[in-house]
């Protein structure tokens, strides 16, 4: 047995197929006829499709349309999945809109990430799914209460036939098993306002979820399958655990965690399980920049014999017009809001400095919010943005998550601590970075401490803050939004409905729009400003 990242000659067959599904089963079959199965028949290949994250972003659908359909033309017998977070946002249209293109795309299986709840949690995901044309599957998010389905709000879908632990797709014979999973730490990562529509779910911890997969795995078994794959949103920590953990996993085509995953590396991406086989796990990235082709072939037995792992480049493909119609008729034509003067890139959302782009949006928050004070998180941030004319169909992709925004009344307490968190949270957790902000500047010391923190009030006078011995007494309004106060890494602080002053009229992604309005066509300048310095 073996692993390598070429191959021999292979043939890859290129027929038409059909495929038929029922609600009422787990089992999807294709009825063709493969040259190399019949030539073969103690193998068995089959290629893979994969993407992950794209986070809304139409540009991604409209380029990963076209790359599907020239993969099931060249490949009828290969499967196309898509590991989470495809839609983000409190969007119900533009969400819609994307379930929509995901039904045009060849899916054979999705599983939920996180940020397909930000529409109101597990009932706006029932929703979505109410679209769908596609399996979605979620081993390990559950009902809170068993002996009641009713409550559970994706119930209706599992009978109809859009949601299920796992499924069974039938290839000239044989039977390959996948199973979904949802993030641990989706609780963790949900706006307030998306955590209102999950509480009759639970999620299953990673102790459990390692269980409930072994389970799955025999059950799968039981009925024949010796291939079987994860799709999944754990991220790569603990998809690298199941691999090593979890016997008769073949392949984790995994999401959540944003890395790129090229090639097969020992250590990396290949490993081997507890029976001593080959488990591969893939991940493209974030944002739709790119895909991945898996190619593997199986021994009867189901063991990984070959395989090759490929990530391709999105950005280079052409984009499907007929996508672009669908966009066009969901959401209406893109309009020009203004003009950027040079282009303004995104950072990586775990940096600790200043992010043009997001003090840019805090601002946008700061002329809407009346707030003395703006926190923003750097991953709040998803696309970069290019000179020239910006339109809201831009901004959407820009900033994508329509979450509400919030004042408060904080301490001047409140505000360091939260300040230091975030940093420290950084380092600790690889998430969250430099809190951006309005109204405010502050230093990073070399111990990672914040110092030099100054209020900055509108007419331009400025207010020292004691970073040292900061008062409880003391006290700003300050603005953020709801992915903010859901108090994730770094952040608990934030978490405080009681200190809630005021809820703003427009939610961020309409602010944005808005203040690039307020330009009247200016050429718009975005740039660092000093409002956050790191020694």
Not at 315 to 321: A, F, G, S, T, V
Not at 412 to 429: C, F
Not at 484 to 505: M, Q, R, T, W
Request: overall charge neutral; charged content about 25%; proline content about 4%.
């Amino acid at each position: 047995m073996y692993i390598n990242n070429k191959f021999t000659s292979f043939y890859t067959p290129k027929v038409k197929f059909g495929q038929n599904f029922s609600a009422q089963s787990n089992v999807y079959s294709n009825n063709h006829q493969s040259n190399l199965n019949q030539n073969n028949t103690d193998t068995f290949r089959q290629k893979t499709l994969y993407g992950n994250d794209f986070h809304g972003h139409f540009k991604a659908f409209r380029k990963f349309k076209t790359v599907s359909d020239k993969f099931k033309k060249e490949n009828p017998t290969g499967d196309v999945v898509l590991s989470g977070d495809e839609w983000v946002g409190a969007n119900r249209e533009k969400n819609i809109a994307i379930v929509k293109m995901m039904n045009m795309c060849n899916i054979t299986a999705a599983t939920p990430g996180n940020h397909n709840m930000d529409y109101n949690g597990a009932i706006g995901l029932s929703e979505m799914l109410d679209f769908a044309k596609f399996k979605t599957l979620a081993l390990n998010l559950q009902p809170k209460d068993k002996s009641n389905p009713a409550a559970f709000p994706l119930n209706d879908d599992i009978q109809a036939g859009r949601f299920a632990s796992s499924m069974i797709v039938e290839e000239n014979g044989r039977k390959i098993g996948y199973i979904g999973l949802v993030p641990i730490d989706l609780f963790s990562r949900l706006s307030t306002q998306s955590k209102e529509g999950t509480q009759d779910i639970k999620i299953l911890n990673i102790k459990e979820t390692e269980d409930a997969v072994r389970r799955e795995v025999e059950k799968l078994e039981k009925q024949g399958v010796n291939i079987i794959k994860l799709v999944s949103h754990l991220g790569k920590d603990a998809s690298v655990q199941l691999a090593q953990r979890v016997g008769g996993i073949d392949v984790i085509n995994d999401g959540h965690s944003h890395d790129t995953l090229e090639g097969l590396v020992y250590g990396k991406n290949l490993f081997k399980s507890p029976r001593g086989e080959w488990v591969i796990v893939t991940q493209a990235g974030k944002n739709g920049h790119s895909y991945g082709l898996l190619d593997v072939v199986y021994d009867k037995q189901g063991r990984i014999i070959q395989a090759k792992n490929e990530i391709k480049n999105l950005d280079k493909e052409p984009e499907n017009l007929v996508i672009k119609m669908v966009e066009d008729i969901s959401l209406g034509i893109p309009e020009v809001i203004g003009v950027i003067a040079h282009e303004v890139k995104s950072k990586p959302e775990t940096v600790l400095e200043e992010s043009p782009l997001s003090a840019f949006l805090s601002d946008a928050y700061m002329k809407y919010s009346d707030a003395d004070i703006v926190f923003n998180n750097m991953g709040g941030i998803r696309a970069s943005l290019p000179a020239g004319p910006v339109t809201d169909r831009e901004i959407m992709d820009l900033m994508p998550f329509y979450n509400d925004v919030n004042v408060y009344k904080l301490s001047e307490k409140d505000i360091i601590d939260v300040l230091n968190s975030a940093v420290q949270a950084t380092s600790k957790y690889h998430r969250t970075g430099a809190l951006q902000v309005s109204g405010l500047r502050y230093r990073i010391g070399l111990d990672d401490k914040v110092k030099d923190v100054v209020m900055v009030k509108q007419d331009g006078t400025q207010v020292p803050l004691n970073s040292q011995n900061p008062s409880n007494d003391k006290f700003f309004k300050v603005a953020y939004n709801t992915f903010v106060a859901g108090g994730s890494e770094g952040l608990e602080a934030l978490a405080c409905p009681e200190k809630i002053i005021h809820k703003c009229e427009k939610n961020e992604t309409q602010m944005l729009i808005d203040y690039i309005k307020s330009f009247n066509g200016q050429p718009i300048d975005i740039h660092e400003d000093g409002r956050i310095a790191h020694d």
